[in-house]
């Protein structure tokens, strides 16, 4: 915790010096949309190649506890613009802290970069039809995390046991998620 203390103590403005080693360099955008790297990652094509990387989705509940959820890239969907999409278990704590703030942080490590996405999203399926729950809505604000003195290689991934059911099941939810209106 010390450690983490001390890097946010140094956090610089983009442009500054990074080959110290010891600043951070953090960059917000005021773009709308996603980075074209992430806006890549969850276009909904091409899944299989996409197996394992994993989006980790923030909300808070009710009661202020810090919900976290794993995300594949069959369970978000970039759309134009600064839309985006979710699809997400409809029983899960996450979709109920969700639909009752509307906000989330979605955060993936892609290249050697951390990105956060603040979430703006609204229940497209409050009766509870089905096992998912749908949420539409626009990305509200991004930063880029990258520090000089190392590299990231990776987020969270993982392995499929059984990689042609799921690619099945993750073709029919990007379908879905298209044709919320």
């Avoid at 091409?46 to 794993?70: A, N």
């Avoid at 955060?107 to 229940?123: E, Q």
């Amino acid at each position: 915790m010390i450690d983490k203390i001390r890097v946010a103590a140094v956090v610089t403005p983009v442009g500054a010096d990074p080959s110290t080693g010891a600043s951070v360099s953090t960059h917000s955008s005021a773009e709308p949309g996603l980075p074209q790297p992430v806006a890549d990652l969850v276009n909904g094509s091409d899944l299989e190649r996409k197996l394992g990387l994993t989006l980790q989705l923030v909300t808070v509940d009710e009661e202020g506890w810090p919900r976290l959820s794993l995300l594949s890239v069959g369970e978000v969907l970039a759309g134009p613009g600064n839309d985006i999409r979710l699809a997400l278990h409809i029983g899960s704590r996450t979709t109920a802290a969700l639909t009752h703030s509307g906000k989330a942080l979605a955060t993936v490590v892609l290249g050697r970069t951390h990105y956060k996405i603040h979430l703006a999203l609204t229940r497209m399926n409050p009766d509870g039809a089905g096992p998912l729950a749908f949420f539409a809505g626009s990305v509200v604000h991004v930063e880029e995390d990258r520090v000089g003195y190392a590299e990231l290689t990776s987020g969270i991934t993982y392995r499929l046991n059984e990689p042609d059911d799921v690619l099945a099941r993750w073709t029919r939810q990007i379908d879905e998620l298209r044709s919320l209106t």
